[in-house]
T-cell receptor
């Protein structure tokens, strides 16, 4: 299957700082990418849909000014957690939409101290 | 919105035993995906089912979608420690654009 990478895999930051997470489709072009959040022992919750060249579509309850998404190219989408707080600590997973399937990245573990 | 219920939430089995995980949808499924996840890692695609009554197998894992396309089951035969992980079902509302995930089933296989 197609390969999607995420960077970094783990990040620890201080409260109030911003953190950028990258999601790359390595062997195909993806006009649509998705960002999910997963709390321990819970399922994946869709945060937003990222469309190349246009604004992201956020799910209800997700602050767009808090979680900035940029999909500047067909192979890269970034999620920036601005002014991070401990409650933002979570596992963030991206996926890239192929023809009929989503391909998932390995996830990024964010810990905010 | 589509809701998916998975059962059981967790499962502990002895190596070699068979097991079944269920996924029930509140609406008719266009497509149903099964994924496996190791804690703190990404999702591994297992199978996708689209047609009512469809059944697919890969190695010792078999997934079925019922005729009404509202329930799917994942069956593992002769489980091994390598099968341990979190199993997630995901519902496709029509285009794989926005998958809704079930709550997951944590599987532990005791050697």
């Amino acid at each position: 299957g197609a390969v999607v990478s995420q960077h970094p895999s783990r990040v620890i930051c201080k409260s109030g700082t911003s953190v950028k997470i990258e999601c790359r489709s390595l062997d195909f072009q993806a006009t649509t990418m998705f960002w999910y959040r997963q709390f321990p022992k819970q399922s994946l919750m869709l945060m937003a849909t990222s469309n190349e060249g246009s604004k992201a579509t956020y799910e209800q309850g997700v602050e767009k000014d808090k979680f900035l998404i940029n999909h500047a190219s067909l192979t890269l989408s970034t999620l920036t957690v601005t002014s991070a707080h401990p409650e933002d600590s979570s596992f963030y997973i991206c996926s890239a939409l192929g023809i009929n399937e989503q391909f998932f990245g390995p996830g990024t573990r964010l810990t905010v101290l | 919105s589509q809701e998916l219920e998975q059962s059981p939430q967790s499962l502990i089995v002895q190596e070699g035993k068979n097991l079944t995980i269920n996924c029930t949808s509140s609406k008719t499924l266009y497509g149903l995906y099964w994924y496996k996840q190791k804690y703190g890692e990404g999702l591994i695609f297992l199978m996708m089912l689209q047609k009512g009554g469809e059944e697919k197998s890969h190695e010792k894992i078999t997934a079925k979608l019922d005729e009404k396309k509202q329930q799917s089951s994942l069956h593992i035969t002769a489980s091994q420690p390598s099968h341990a992980g979190i199993y997630l079902c995901g519902a496709d509302p029509g285009s794989a654009r926005q998958l809704t995930f079930g709550s997951g089933t944590q599987l532990t296989v005791l050697p």
